[in-house]
């Protein structure tokens, strides 16, 4: 197993909440801009960013969708 996996493994939210901030920053977005988009407050985003929550299946898909991507994808951690 990966040194990424394993860390996944052991810390999901701050994967998922590293692959949040890196999905937003690569377009440019900020908290607000995606949390508008996501449906979402931005103090919550702001948790999830910082893997201080844990998000609902619901939320990811919110995310996945105002990222365009697949929901697959959001659990794809591979940077």
Do not use: C, H
Not at 33 to 52: C, H, N, P, Q, W
């Amino acid at each position: 197993m990966s040194i990424i996996y394993n860390y996944a493994m052991n810390n999901p939210s701050e994967m998922l909440g590293m692959k949040v901030r890196l999905e937003r920053t690569k377009r440019k977005w900020s908290q607000e801009e995606l949390a508008e988009r996501a449906d979402l407050s931005r103090a919550y985003l702001g948790t999830v960013e910082r893997g201080e929550s844990s998000p609902t299946l619901d939320t990811i898909v919110k995310l996945a969708g105002a990222f365009n991507i697949e929901l697959p994808k959001m659990l794809e951690f591979d940077f």
